[in-house]
Nanobody, 122 residues
Framework: QVQLVESGGALVQPGGSLRLSCATSGFTLDYYVIGWFRQAPGKQREGVSCFNNRDGRTHYADSVKGRFTISRDNAMNTMYLQMNSLKPEDTAVYYC???????????????WGQGTQVTVSS
């Protein structure tokens, strides 16, 4: 069955870095988009980045552009989100999800991981 499992969330100081992982299984990653979303308490889930495994194109929300990088480990069928220069406003539960197209509409993603908590605080 299709599974996505996030890991790597932690408490980090402002200006620090984290790398989130999204281990995928049960489907052929080459045919899909993987998106990263986040949800802070009391806020709507928002798209952060997405990677189209069909053509290698990436997209980033303006709020993370230049700080976050999405990538893939082909051998492990694992996606990563490298997060640098972290800010307190990056604090949220981060999710990876599967879709057919790179877009920021959560309802268009059909499978989701369970989420991993990222807290940016001194």
């Amino acid at each position: 069955q299709v599974q996505l499992v996030e890991s790597g969330g932690a408490l980090v100081q402002p200006g620090g870095s984290l790398r989130l992982s999204c281990a995928t299984s049960g489907f052929t990653l080459d045919y899909y988009v993987i998106g990263w979303f986040r949800q802070a308490p009391g806020k709507q889930r928002e798209g952060v980045s997405c990677f189209n495994n069909r053509d290698g194109r990436t997209h980033y929300a303006d709020s993370v552009k230049g700080r976050f990088t999405i990538s893939r480990d082909n051998a492990m069928n694992t996606m990563y989100l490298q997060m640098n220069s972290l800010k307190p406003e990056d604090t949220a539960v981060y999710y990876c999800a599967r879709a057919s197209f790179c877009e920021w509409v959560p309802n268009h993603y059909d499978y989701w991981g369970q989420g991993t908590q990222v807290t940016v605080s001194s």
